[in-house]
């Protein structure tokens, strides 16, 4: 399980560098998508019982941008006052293992399915 979890916190850092890289590109609709991928999977973390803090900006562009993200206190950080955002080289090639992402989906239906019929009551 602490390797599932481990694969999950890496998929949230992993679609924020591609919210904020889809910025950079002045693509929305990817931004937007990404930005829904990192908020599914981080609220799968918080269903599992762990604290996530994903603070979010629009920019003039109406791309969201994403200044840092915290998960159970560690805290990554990322630059908005370079061109090339983040500000150090991410290989951004490589896709989010599919199983992983499926998983995610899955656990946030499940917290949507619960906190829709707790809504109910």
Known sequence: MNEFIEKLKGGVITAA???NRNANEKDVDCNHVNYGHAT???DSLRYLGHEVN????CDDNGCLR???LSIDG???SFC???PNFPAEPVDMSEPIDP???KIAGELANQLEARQHDTALT
């Open 40 to 42: 599914a999977i981080a």
């Open 80 to 82: 908005h006052d370079t």
């Open 17 to 19: 560098m591609r919210v």
């Open 54 to 57: 994903i603070p979010v900006w």
């Open 99 to 101: 199983l992983t992402i």
């Open 66 to 68: 994403i200044p840092k």
């Open 74 to 76: 560690k805290v990554t």
